[in-house]
T-cell receptor, first 115, second 113 residues
Framework: DQQVKQNSPSLSVQEGRISILNCDYT??????FLWYKKYPAEGPTFLIS?????DKNEDGRFTVFLNKSAKHLSLHIVPSQPGDSAVYFC??????????????FGKGTLLTVNP | DTAVSQTPKYLVTQMGNDKSIKCEQN?????MYWYKQDSKKFLKIMFS???????INETVPNRFSPKSPDKAHLNLHINSLELGDSAVYFC????????????FGAGTRLSVL
């Protein structure tokens, strides 16, 4: 039962253009959403997050949009750079009690930025 | 200076063996996690410890036993290894006040032959 879905396994864009990565979720209890970036043979690294009370969060070239009614979020990278080539994971959490927030991950989208 | 470090990075072993994976974080976090990334590439939580106390245990076979000697360490011991245990195991940590931002180690690739 996939509660977080990334339906595009891969995405290829030209350097300088916008990359848009999409994520859908099914659990209405999710109240926090994160994007992680992963290079081969490394662990996921945190990129950007958004609370369910917001619909947009921006950090430099990265912007995350949240549409709660559609249970959809997206990550925009602009302009895209070759160094952005990596697997991007969408993750969501619902407070599981106390200080421990369980993350549920999507399957990831491989982004390739071509020079 | 690595924030979350796991050892070993690669582990190849025979079915039926017992093995351990170690994890240490120097971020001063009080919560640590183990995740498994299987062949389908899903990252799934296995365990979470807060201040050395088990908080989350996600339907993991009892052949897997996490041990947290202190807040900075969370080791994973696996008994009677099976072929299906082959995966990449990631350790992570977070600060309670950080609200869900978890910092991951580089992973341990376990291959059971």
């Amino acid at each position: 039962d996939q509660q977080v879905k990334q339906n595009s396994p891969s995405l290829s864009v030209q350097e300088g253009r916008i990359s848009i990565l999409n994520c859908d979720y099914t659990n209405s209890m999710f109240d926090y959403f994160l994007w992680y970036k992963k290079y081969p043979a490394e662990g996921p690294t945190f990129l950007i997050s958004i609370s369910s009370i917001k619909d947009k969060n921006e950090d430099g070239r990265f912007t995350v949009f949240l549409n709660k009614s559609a249970k959809h979020l997206s990550l925009h990278i602009v302009p895209s750079q070759p160094g952005d080539s990596a697997v991007y994971f969408c993750a969501a959490s619902a407070n599981s009690g106390g200080s421990n927030y369980k993350l549920t991950f999507g399957k990831g989208t491989l982004l390739t930025v071509n020079p | 200076d690595t924030a979350v470090s796991q050892t070993p990075k690669y582990l190849v072993t025979q079915m039926g063996n017992d093995k351990s994976i170690k994890c240490e974080q120097n971020l001063g976090h009080d919560t640590m996690y183990w995740y498994k990334q299987d062949s389908k590439k899903f990252l799934k939580i296995m365990f979470s410890y807060n201040n050395k106390e088990l908080i989350i245990n996600e339907t993991v076979p009892n052949r897997f036993s996490p041990k947290s000697p202190d807040k900075a360490h969370l080791n994973l011991h696996i008994n009677s290894l099976e072929l299906g245990d082959s995966a990449v195991y990631f350790c992570a940590s977070s600060h309670a006040a950080g609200k869900n931002i978890q910092y991951f180690g580089a992973g341990t690739r376990l291959s059971v032959l």
